[in-house]
């Protein structure tokens, strides 16, 4: 089965708009985690949400989790053409250290 | 910022051959691993490593494959004979402390060519 499933494959915004991205998996968790992959380049990590949360804040990013439904929102606010990239969730399964990431949504964000 | 680096960013090997792809995890970091992206496609597990000892691999992880932590700083992914399917970015990534939840950082990674 896949796990960490994000929509929309891909997104493309004005600057100054909001950007919305979710994640849907399908085993248990303990945390859930985003990251920003630059094209071909290495994964910047960007939140961690634990399973006992609900939202997330950290600058223009917030994050939502909700266990009941196995999903997770991503949303950058106010973007800009530099938040142009790839974002993929990753969780992190209950019992285990490794982290299974998603497809990802690519982000266009055009000035 | 305290980061994660790998060496080289680019090899390319022939088929057949043995690779070493090498990592320096963030120095106050306790769990250490390798992740690997085939071009297009997710980012995919490979292995965990734990007081100088593998904790948990996929099933990607074969004999081909094994890990090494030589010193205090490098940790290590090595190739004994590599197949053209392992050509992909190889990633490391280490964690900070004993709680299950915690934050993975990656390096850049090292994209492998296996011609």
């Known amino acids: 089965s896949q796990q960490g499933e994000e929509d929309p494959q891909a997104l493309s915004i004005q600057e100054g708009e909001n950007a919305t991205m979710n994640c849907s998996y399908k085993?248990?968790?303990?945390?859930l985690q985003w990251y920003r992959q630059n094209s071909g380049r290495g994964l910047v990590h960007l939140i961690l949400i634990r399973s006992n949360e609900r939202e997330k804040h950290s600058g223009r990013l917030r994050v939502t989790l909700d266990t009941s439904k196995k999903s997770s929102s991503l949303l950058i606010t106010a973007s800009r053409a530099a938040d142009t990239a790839s974002y993929f969730c990753?969780?992190?399964?209950?019992?285990?250290?490794?982290?299974?990431f998603g497809t990802g949504t690519r982000l266009l964000v055009s000035p | 910022e305290p980061e994660v680096t790998q060496t080289p960013s680019h090899q390319v090997t022939q088929m057949g051959q043995e690779v070493i792809l090498r990592c320096v995890p963030i120095s106050n970091h306790l769990y250490f691993y390798w992740y690997r992206q085939i071009l297009g496609q997710k980012v995919e597990f490979l292995v965990s490593f734990y007081n100088n000892e593998i904790s948990e691999k996929s099933e990607i992880f074969d004999d081909q494959f094994s890990v090494e932590r030589p010193d205090g700083s490098n940790f290590t992914l090595k190739i004994r004979s590599t197949k053209l399917e392992d050509s992909a970015m190889y990633f490391c990534a280490s964690s900070g402390d004993l709680r299950e939840a915690s934050e993975q950082f990656f390096g850049p990674g090292t994209r492998l060519t296996v011609l």
């Open positions: 990753a969780t992190g399964p209950w019992g285990f250290q490794k982290l299974v």
């Open positions: 085993t248990s968790i303990n945390n």
